[in-house]
């Protein structure tokens, strides 16, 4: 059993990157109180601010990148409950507590479907789309995410956004990536309601934590992927 939140030092700042995925198998509603817990930890350690793990799965489609500021629109239950934590977490807290800070976070290389069809036999396959093109999405390599991490941990408060997007700062072909770890790719017809490109706007994380450009390549991705699993 680990150690009553009475008995830890007191510390900065709570990142608080549990969460439920439709893979548990438990309610997605589980997120908001996981959320909520969090909270209550910073509170009872001293934290002066909260990261909460969303998801990019709270916005709709768009041809656009998409900004913190637009409306969100999920089309999962998965997108749905992400949506609904954030809610909870904008309910005034009482007394002088931590902030939350949510990061809607993009593909994280190694924690998403690609790189774990990536880590078995055969080939890979992908959608393609009616423009002969598969999926676009917006990644961050694992180490990168870490220095995201370390920034909005020691930014000074009164800086901080309570919502930033957070991924490199281009989209990343989908197939570029299979491409890049030497596999075999595979193409299927896209299905009704598959989503071309997912973008996100990363303006206001580049203003505290900007990443190189190359944060982007999918040789990036894919050598970052191979160093933190092991696999290089």
């Not at 990157?17 to 198998?25: E, F, I």
Request: net charge neutral; hydrophobic share 40%.
């Amino acid at each position: 059993m680990g150690q009553s939140p009475d008995l830890l030092p007191r510390v900065d700042a709570v990142v608080a990157l549990w969460g439920v995925t439709p893979a548990h198998g438990a309610p997605l509603s589980d997120n908001s109180g996981l959320a909520l817990a969090a909270m209550d930890l910073g509170r009872r350690l001293g934290a002066d601010r909260v990261l909460h793990c969303s998801s990019a799965a709270i916005y709709g489609s768009s041809d656009r990148p998409l900004h913190e500021e637009d409306t969100p629109a999920p089309a999962s239950a998965y997108g749905a409950a992400k949506a609904d934590m954030e809610t909870v977490l904008r309910t005034p807290q009482s007394g002088d507590g931590p902030v939350p800070v949510i990061l809607r976070i993009g593909n994280v290389a190694g924690a998403e479907s690609l790189f774990a069809a990536l880590g078995r036999d055969g080939p890979v396959t992908l959608d393609r789309f009616s423009d002969g093109h598969g999926p676009d999405r917006s990644y961050i390599a694992p180490g990168d995410l870490a220095k995201v991490l370390e920034v909005l941990c020691t930014l000074p408060r009164n800086r901080l956004h309570r919502v930033y997007n957070v991924a490199a700062p281009r989209v990343t072909a989908m197939a570029d990536i299979v491409r890049a770890a030497g596999r075999d790719l595979h193409w299927r017809p896209a299905p009704d309601g598959a989503l071309r490109r997912v973008a996100l706007d990363t303006a206001r994380l580049a203003e505290v934590c900007a990443m190189p450009d190359r944060s982007s390549d999918a040789s990036w991705l894919v050598a970052d992927w191979q160093r933190w699993s092991g696999r290089g």
